[in-house]
Each structure stands twice: as C-alpha cells, then as structure tokens.
C-alpha cells in the first residue's frame, strides 16, 4: 500500500521560511507528476505546486515567486521551499501524485502556521 507522508512544518513568523518533504512509501516519485495542496480551516483544499515528470514548475499565483517545489528523485522526495511566509499561507499542507493514481489516499498532511 502507497501512503504518503508530509513533514517539515511548524509555527513561523511573518516573512519566515520553511521548507516542506514529501516522500513516498511503496512507489517512486520519479515517472510521475507531484503536486503540493493545502487547506485552510473552513476552506477547501486548493492547489499550491506541481513539479512535472518533465520538470516543469507551475505554481498558484498566490505563491509564485515564493516558494519552489523540487525532487530529489534519488530520496523519493518532493520538496516545497516557502519563503516570505504570511499569515494568509497557513494550512494543513499535502502532497500527491499529479495526475492522482487510484488507490492512493492523501496523508496526514503538515501544519503550517504563520503569526503576524
């Protein structure tokens, strides 16, 4: 069974940075697209990142310029680095496959929370 697990998050000032992993058990990341999510209290999940299998980085345009997703497909890791944090950023953060595989659910995701 694939599970995914989200790390790296914690409780950050304005204008701080963090930098989020995601890592796979069960499957590689490498031939596949993966995407960072988040979702804030009473919202929906919405999109944050995606890293291609063919490297290409799109980001929402509430993060671009940033953060940065990478892999280091050596680690079966996806990274997503977040600076110039602010409050409107915080959220439970996930990760997955891009586009998603059957079968494999979301993790616990990582808190982010960025005081003001």
């Known amino acids: 069974q694939v599970q995914l697990v989200e790390s790296g998050g914690g409780l950050v000032q304005t204008g701080g940075s963090l930098r989020l992993s995601c890592a796979a058990s069960?499957?590689?990341?490498?031939?596949?697209?993966v995407g960072w999510y988040r979702q804030a209290p009473g919202k929906q999940r919405e999109w944050v990142a995606t890293i291609t299998r063919a490297g290409s980085t799109p980001y929402a345009d509430s993060v671009k310029g940033r953060f940065t997703i990478s892999r280091d497909n050596a680690k079966n890791t996806v990274y997503l680095q977040m600076s110039n944090l602010k409050p409107e950023d915080t959220a439970v953060y996930f990760c997955?496959?891009?586009?998603?595989?059957?079968?494999?659910?979301w993790g616990q995701g990582t808190q982010v929370t960025v005081s003001s």
């Open positions: 069960g499957r590689t990341f490498g031939n596949n697209g």
């Open positions: 997955n496959f891009v586009p998603r595989i059957g079968g494999i659910d």
